[in-house]
C-alpha cells in the first residue's frame, strides 16, 4: 500500500524525491509540480521508467 495520499502530496513544496514504497517514488522539482518515477533492477542494472508529471497521473 502507498504511504504518499492525496493530502500530503499538495503539500509537498520542497524539490526531492518522496517513496511510496516497492520502488515508485514521487520526484517534486518544485511547488506544485513534479513526476513519478518507477525504480526497478534488471540484468543486474538499475533502472528508472517514467509515469508522467503528477499533474496528468494520478494512482490514488
Avoid: C, H
Wanted: charged share 25%.
Amino acid at each position: 500500500m502507498g504511504k504518499l495520499t492525496a493530502l500530503k502530496m499538495r503539500s509537498l513544496a520542497e524539490p526531492g524525491r518522496y517513496a511510496d514504497g516497492d520502488g515508485l517514488f514521487l520526484d517534486v522539482t518544485g511547488e506544485a509540480s513534479g513526476r513519478w518515477i518507477l525504480r526497478i533492477q534488471s540484468n543486474g542494472r538499475r533502472r528508472e521508467i517514467g509515469f508522467g508529471s503528477l499533474k496528468n497521473v494520478s494512482f490514488g
